[in-house]
């Protein structure tokens, strides 16, 4: 079973930094593009940053200079450093990947349990 695995939230303060981690694990095939997306407390999921299997990048506007998207494809992990955090950071976020799983001949979106990230003033 594939699954995606986050790690890295926890509490900060403002200017502070975190890194966050995903991990894909399971019987993959391939892995196209991965994300991150965060959603704050009464509101919609947002789209924070992607990136593509070539290395092709999408930053939210919101975060654009602050936070960093990279990935690691040998090891299926996708990372969001965040830089210079602010209190409307504050969400919980979830990685997101769009895997093609060993036998499957049709790519799926997954989604990681998410992790909480906490900026204080």
């Known amino acids: 079973q594939v699954q995606l695995v986050e790690s890295g939230g926890g509490l900060v303060q403002a200017g502070g930094s975190l890194r966050l981690s995903c991990a894909a694990s399971?019987?993959?095939?391939?892995?196209?593009?991965m994300g991150w997306y965060r959603q704050a407390p009464g509101k919609q999921r947002e789209l924070v940053a992607s990136i593509t299997g070539g290395g092709i990048s999408n930053i939210a506007d919101s975060v654009k200079g602050r936070f960093t998207i990279s990935r690691d494809n040998a090891k299926n992990t996708v990372y969001l450093q965040m830089d210079s955090l602010k209190p409307e950071d504050t969400a919980v976020y979830y990685c997101n990947a769009d895997i093609l799983a060993v036998h499957m001949f049709v790519y799926t979106q997954l989604w990681g349990q998410g992790t909480q990230v906490t900026v204080s003033s």
């Open positions: 399971g019987s993959i095939s391939s892995i196209n593009t």
